[in-house]
């Protein structure tokens, strides 16, 4: 192996040190500029639009409404089917435009297409909506009681409604020593890329185009083919650089269908960036309640959970929102050995900007849920929090272990992990020392965080690999990679496959004509899911370059043995032949090409890991989260460099989500927030950040063996944040943010 | 994003500037813009006509003196902030980011007069003068000047010409900004100035920022410090005087009863800083 | 001189190194105009309220945000963008980023680099703490910013 597990740079770093990257924005196609008139309240009757103005302003080719859009439209935006069951949710699905009423403050009401985006912006402000103003319900507490109903059809608020149980919750409960009442609560808080989003599409002939800042170009397609009833096959979709995502941009929006409406009427190519405040209201996520009740023995012992989870909806269902009230209560029981359990979790439409999903979607949500309760048992029964986690973990030979709730673990040996971890890291260390310095009268606090999370998402992911006749390597990934890097680590695995030098090997993804099918970059799959394909495509055209090596030595091809760039008839190692020459060879002759495809089916995989933070509370109550340390079981690693970015990346949105991002819904039910006041943290407010890895990792199934991490950080990060914060000042915290007022 | 559609005048000599303002009255000056184009792309304002100042050199001098120190009114925040200005100087390193204070000048944060603006709570302490010029030319104190939150004293066709701050030659000093976050803008900001003489406190003054619709100086406070000597019980009472001076507003950077309670610990931030000086 | 409201007005700028004259309205703001009408898109939009940094170029010395300038401020101005420094090989602040796995989504980094480049003119030998203040202005969301650190440290010691 001489590529797998090194921290080889990046392959294509150069455009973007460069300013030669090409995101969406940057793209030289000549086309329209579309901007939006948006809702300034939160529910209302549209009577009327008026579109006369903005039609006589300069420059403005078109503006388009509902019922401009609606004869073309097969269905409203659906769920992301994939992963979500539609029979168990209510939902109206999103059309492109408001049709007679607006459910949120922002919510697009009419396109306006013209010639620049100056112009369009006047011409925005020229179209004359009247509105009725209905009372409305921005609370997920007023939602329920169904007085102010969102979608009349639905005849409630209440979106998805489902109880997970298991076990014996009531015996559990009646054998407990003691029964501690939790409520832990996520705010609203939105993914923020560094790249609004944006969409170019060009209809032309029947055939459609589109340059989309997406996650999922084939997912898009297909959701595009079926909203607008044109056929798969006539449809392409184009990811150029993306400028991050986070789970924001498998999220197919109403403005991007309204893009691709407009292009289709027009018969132009129509283009749309959000601007800043847009893509805030594009993507927000995490907006969540869990009340519960956990029956536990004196010696910290959980026989059992049982509780409540409202999951903020906003006022639409959109592409992505139906994972987290499905998968949080699944994901709650963790590593632990919980065998009763019975969570309600309900989601609820409110006159809010509707939710999304953001990096660790629905994981997060549950591991601090959990490691709240965990820490709080721990708090109750005055237990150490290791020790508390270590009696309750599944032990190794458990392990394949089912959960309460039907989840089947595949590998892992928690315990160890959670030992090696808090020792490697330095906690009961760092706890001293914060110890210390409070007896000096700092507020210094360490906290940790134990999660075990599920990724690697199946059902498949595609790859193909093809040689070239001059032995130059191109891989086609279903991956769509937009920062992480996994194309690097994609290219080792495939060097490493067919023992070639990395520089040989190019990797493309990301459109539909060139990719035959693709699942896509999200849920930390990527390495597993893709660059298993990829190397089991790689292994596969091995096997072809051997059959082509054995035909030109004429021996038979169970001789051919391959070594670093050679074809060697193992009978006599003197014949052999070069990689460059089989592969001349293989576009000559009989049965000319390499390649293979591989549509690899995966299933979840489960890694896990052990953080710890520590934090120094300020007179002001501003915290500073000074250090931060990592140690996770993901399975093989195969750059580590990369997967270490993931942590520190995934690190410094924990701290945001902590202590400082909250997406503020003001009483109109507005987004009270400008990029200004949203504290995305600069490079001031980050910790020094240290990541392990496990020595002894455990594999998952598939191939590379490796089971995701950019998720963990952000999805274990906030709990220890939390603890650390809770043991600076002494008091108890179950939300985030936290902010400073709460703690002084 | 976009901003509404503007005319512009570039004026090469400040009689211009203020004819042509005086003239249009929904004019507005512009300087670095750091003000005034964040809010043009949020269609905030609508000016008909934008007054391109920077060419205007005989506004854009630091000169210092024995007794007191000229700002001409185009400065930036950069320049200020490297020009060794007792208080002023380490004032101007605090504000927004280094892209920002390449930009922003200190007349255009004193012509907006934004309550958290953090250049106020000094120069209100220093004592500062504004010199205005218009078809007549005055002088008037920067406490005059502040009216009101986003209210100087300028009236149609004037412009900021000077910022004028006595030279505080053995004065320690010290700028204290809260921040929820680097870059922000203030929860509240401390200015302190003060002269010691051996362990006693000569004369002081402490300017708030953040806090009001405009800065205040804590004289209270000041009166309580003056002719004292140091200790930390002074130092503690004194601060729990500038408390008195807050009233702020609840809004995402806090609540009024964090902004009041911080307000405190910040004076006392301050005081302590400067003393060390 | 006056422009209308409406009326166009002409902009001579030089970008990295060569001069270019285009007619914008007054309203257009620099950066726009530097990805339109100069077709340099290297600079890019991230925000709308002048926070993120992801739009800084230089701009006659010094660092500025050029979605916060109109384009007829920089008339007469001397202004690199990303695709200026560096020539045939890469700058070492460049070398320096992609050594240290200083960026991932890349969509921060040209404004990132840009704001490094004024910083190591004006200190050339930061502290941490320093590289941290002078890059305030300039918002991450993929790296957690600490290869981004290591990597201005790396890239002063190689201009040293």
Redesign the interface.
């Known amino acids: 192996m001489k590529y797998s597990g090194r921290s080889i740079k990046r392959l294509y770093d150069d455009k973007f040190v460069t300013g030669r990257s090409s995101y969406v924005d940057d793209l030289q196609v000549s086309a329209m500029h579309a901007g939006f008139v948006r809702s300034p309240y939160a529910h209302a009757k549209i009577k009327s639009i008026d579109t006369s103005e903005a039609l006589k302003s300069p420059g403005i080719v078109a503006v388009f409404t509902y019922k401009d859009f609606s004869p073309l439209l097969k269905r409203g935006i659906g769920i992301w089917e994939t992963y979500e069951d539609p029979k168990q949710w209510k939902f109206v699905a999103r059309k492109a435009l408001a049709d007679n009423k607006v459910r949120f403050v922002g919510e697009p009401v009419a396109i306006v297409i013209g010639s620049d985006k100056y112009s369009v912006r006047d011409a925005v402000d020229k179209v004359n909506v009247d509105y009725e103003r209905l009372p409305s319900a921005v609370s997920m507490e007023d939602a329920l009681k169904d007085k102010v109903i969102i979608h009349e059809e639905l005849g409630t608020n209440v979106g998805f409604d489902s109880t997970f149980s298991g076990g014996d919750v009531e015996g559990s409960f009646k054998q407990a020593d003691k029964i501690i009442s939790v409520e832990i609560t996520n705010n609203r808080l939105i993914p923020s890329p560094m790249e609004p989003r944006g969409i170019i599409a060009s209809y032309e002939s029947g055939t459609l185009n589109v340059w989309y800042s997406t996650q999922v170009p084939h997912a898009a397609r297909s959701e595009f083919s079926k909203v607008l009833g044109i056929p798969s096959s006539k449809i392409r979709v184009i990811m150029p650089d993306v400028g991050g995502a986070f789970g924001s941009k498998v999220n197919i929006m109403p403005e991007d269908l309204s893009v691709v409406l407009s292009s289709i009427k027009l018969g132009r190519p129509v283009k749309w960036v959000a601007t800043r405040s847009e893509e805030m209201l594009a993507s927000e996520a995490r907006h969540n309640t869990f009340k519960g009740e956990v029956a536990v023995k004196s010696d910290g012992t959980v026989l059992g959970i049982k509780g409540d989870l409202l999951v903020d909806l906003g006022s639409y269902l959109t592409y992505t929102a139906p994972l987290q009230p499905a998968i949080i209560p699944l994901m709650i029981p963790s590593a632990y050995r919980i065998r009763s359990a019975s969570i309600r979790s309900r989601a609820i439409y409110t006159n809010t900007p509707p939710i999304t999903m953001y990096r660790g979607a629905s994981r997060p949500e549950a591991t601090f849920i959990i490691e709240r309760i965990m820490s709080t048992v721990a708090d109750e029964l005055k237990l150490d929090d290791v020790e508390v986690r270590e009696k309750n973990l599944v032990k190794p030979d458990e392990v394949p272990y089912t959960n309460v709730f039907g989840l089947k673990y595949d590998s892992g040996d928690y315990i160890s992990l959670l030992r090696s971890g808090v020792n490697k890291l330095g906690y009961y260390d760092m706890r001293k020392y914060a110890e210390e310095e409070r007896k000096k009268g700092r507020k210094v606090g360490v906290g940790m965080a134990f999660y075990l999370e599920i990724s690697g998402f199946g059902p498949w992911e595609y790859g193909e690999v093809r040689v070239d006749e001059n032995g130059d390597v191109i891989v086609i990934t279903g991956g769509t990679p937009h920062g992480q890097g996994t194309e690097t680590a994609i290219a080792q695995l495939v060097s490493d496959a067919l023992q070639v030098d990395i520089s040989r090997i190019r990797i493309v993804w990301g459109d539909t004509e060139i990719v035959a099918s693709s699942m896509g970059t999200y849920g930390s799959r990527t390495i597993s899911a893709a660059g298993s394909a990829a190397q089991v495509a790689a292994s596969q055209v091995l096997e072809k370059m051997k059959k082509v090596a054995a035909r030109i030595m004429k021996v038979d091809v169970e001789e051919v043995e391959y070594r670093e760039g050679e074809f060697i008839n193992k009978k006599d190692e003197r014949v052999k032949v070069s990689w460059d020459d089989v592969a001349k060879a293989g576009y000559t002759g009989t049965d000319p090409g390499i390649y293979a495809q591989v549509t690899l089916q995966g299933d979840v995989t489960f890694p896990y890991g052990v953080h710890v933070a520590l934090v120094e509370v300020d007179d002001y109550g501003i915290v500073r989260v000074k250090e931060y340390k990592a140690y996770d079981d993901i399975g093989n690693v195969i750059n580590p460099a990369l997967a270490e970015g993931q942590i520190m990346g995934g690190t410094v949105q924990a701290v945001g989500q902590a202590i400082y991002e909250e997406a503020i819904i003001n009483d109109d039910g507005g987004l009270a927030v400008t990029y200004a006041d949203y504290f995305i943290p600069t490079p001031v407010e980050v910790p020094q950040i240290t990541s392990f890895f496990a020595e002894k990792p455990h594999v998952s199934a598939y191939p590379v063996g490796s089971k995701g991490v950019g998720e963990a950080a952000l999805i274990v990060g906030p709990a220890a944040i939390v603890r650390a914060i809770e043991n600076a000042v002494n008091k108890p915290i179950n939300k985030t943010p936290v902010r400073p007022e709460d703690l002084i | 994003?976009?901003?509404?559609?503007?005319?512009?005048?570039?004026a090469e000599n400040l009689e211009e500037a203020t004819d042509f303002l005086e003239k249009h009255e929904d004019a507005k000056a512009?300087a670095g813009?750091?003000s005034l184009?964040?809010m043009?792309?949020?269609?905030i304002i609508r000016p008909?006509?934008?007054v391109?100042i920077?060419r205007i050199s005989n506004l854009h001098f630091i000169s210092p003196g024995s007794d007191e120190i000229r700002i001409g009114s185009l400065s930036t925040h950069?320049e200020i902030s490297k020009a060794n200005i007792p208080l002023l100087s380490e004032t101007a390193t605090k504000i927004?980011?280094?892209?920002?204070r390449?930009?922003g000048t200190i007349g255009g944060v004193i012509s907006q007069l934004d309550p958290s603006a953090d250049y106020p709570a000094s120069l209100i302490a220093m004592d500062a003068k504004v010199k205005v010029k218009g078809k007549t030319e005055r002088t008037v104190s920067f406490k005059d000047f502040a009216k009101d939150m986003f209210t100087p004293d300028l009236n149609p066709g004037e412009l900021v010409t000077e910022i004028i701050v006595p030279a505080f030659k053995d004065y320690k000093f010290s700028y204290q900004k809260?921040e929820?976050?680097?870059?922000?803008y203030a929860?509240v900001g401390v200015a302190v100035l003060l002269k010691t003489d051996g362990e006693s406190i000569k004369d002081v003054r402490i300017g708030l920022t953040a806090v009001n619709n405009t800065a205040v100086r804590a004289t209270e406070a000041e009166n309580m410090l003056k002719d004292t000597r140091i200790s930390e019980e002074i130092i503690e009472k004194a601060s729990a005087k500038v408390m008195d001076y807050a009233n702020p507003v609840s809004d995402?950077?806090?609540?009024a009863?964090?902004k009041k309670?911080?307000t405190k610990?910040?004076a006392k931030?301050a005081i302590l800083e400067a003393l060390k000086r | 001189m006056l422009v209308r409201p409406g009326e166009k007005v002409k902009v001579k700028v030089k970008v990295n190194g060569i001069w270019y004259e285009k007619e914008v309205e007054p309203r257009k703001l620099l950066v726009h105009f530097i990805r339109e009408d100069i077709g340099l898109t290297g600079t890019k939009i991230g925000c709308d309220t002048s926070t993120c940094g992801a739009c800084t170029i230089i701009m006659n010395g010094k660092s500025v945000k050029s979605c916060t300038l109109f384009a007829f401020q920089a008339n007469g101005a001397e202004i690199t963008t990303i695709e200026g420094i560096g020539d045939s090989k890469l700058h070492p602040i460049q070398e320096a980023f992609k050594d240290n796995f200083a960026l991932q989504c890349g969509y921060c980094t040209p404004g990132m680099i840009m704001q490094t480049y004024f910083l190591l003119k004006t200190n050339p030998n930061p502290t941490e703490e320093e590289i941290k203040d002078g890059l305030h202005g300039n918002i991450c969301r993929c790296t957690g910013y600490q290869n981004i650190i290591k990597a201005v440290k790396d890239a002063a010691g190689r201009m040293r």
């Open positions: 994003m976009y901003p509404p559609k503007l005319g512009y005048v570039i512009l813009g750091h184009i964040p043009l792309k949020l269609r008909s006509y934008l391109d920077r950069y927004a980011d280094p892209q920002v390449n930009m809260l929820r976050k680097a870059g922000d929860i995402i950077r806090g609540s009863e964090y309670k911080v610990v910040m931030r």
